[in-house]
T-cell receptor
Framework: DQQVKQNSPSLSVQEGRISILNCDYT??????FLWYKKYPAEGPTFLIS?????DKNEDGRFTVFLNKSAKHLSLHIVPSQPGDSAVYFC????????????FGSGTQLTVLP | DAGITQSPRHKVTETGTPVTLRCHQT?????MYWYRQDPGHGLRLIHY???????DKGEVSDGYSVSRSKTEDFLLTLESATSSQTSVYFCAISEDRGREPQHFGDGTRLSIL
């Protein structure tokens, strides 16, 4: 049973518009959430994170929103740029000896020029 | 970029042969992780290490073993490779078990024929 779900395998957005990527989780023990970006033939790159004590975290064009009651988080990219085209993974971790990450299956974002 | 080197980057081998993948870090981080990435599954944790000679199993550990004799090296071994272990393998490191994100290497593409 997947504890972290990204239900949209792909998303296309026009350059300059907002990209919204969504992620749902089922494990109420998760207290730290991350977004990673992955280009082909490279490893995932950390993008932004949020702790469960917050509901929003912002870093430049990237904002992550957390709705704990709905067990839902989203990543907003404004404005979207062609270089943002990549696979985006959300991940979650909870209290534990090594803070293992549980990943969603990823969303392929394509930003059209 | 975090100093993480995975070797080899690509490998093709036959069913039943032993395979060892190496992850080398220059960051002196305590935690190291091995993941595999498969279509539709995102990244799944195989094994992790929280110190020299300290390792534990992840979500998909069957058929894999690991060793960590030095802080900088984390080895993943497939004792007798099977076709179901064809995947892309990623190593990650983390500084501590707090709010530090994991940083990933560029992966090893392993094909088992």
């Amino acid at each position: 049973d997947q504890q972290v779900k990204q239900n949209s395998p792909s998303l296309s957005v026009q350059e300059g518009r907002i990209s919204i990527l969504n992620c749902d989780y089922t494990n109420s023990m998760f207290d730290y959430f991350l977004w990673y970006k992955k280009y082909p033939a490279e490893g995932p790159t950390f993008l932004i994170s949020i702790s469960s004590i917050k509901d929003k975290n912002e870093d430049g064009r990237f904002t992550v929103f957390l709705n704990k009651s709905a067990k839902h988080l989203s990543l907003h990219i404004v404005p979207s740029q062609p270089g943002d085209s990549a696979v985006y993974f959300c991940a979650a971790s909870g209290p534990g000896s090594a803070r293992q990450l549980t990943f969603g299956s990823g969303t392929q974002l394509t930003v059209l020029p | 970029d975090a100093g993480i080197t995975q070797s080899p980057r690509h490998k093709v081998t036959e069913t039943g042969t032993p395979v060892t993948l190496r992850c080398h870090q220059t960051e002196n981080h305590r935690y190291m992780y091995w993941y595999r990435q498969d279509p539709g599954h995102g990244l799944r944790l195989i094994h992790y290490s929280y110190g020299v000679k300290d390792t534990d199993k992840g979500e998909v550990s069957d058929g894999y073993s690991v060793s960590r004799s030095k802080t900088e090296d984390f080895l993943l071994t497939l004792e007798s490779a099977t076709s179901s272990q064809t995947s892309v393998y990623f190593c990650a490191i983390s500084e501590d078990r707090g709010r530090e994100p994991q940083h990933f290497g560029d992966g090893t593409r392993l094909s088992i024929l």
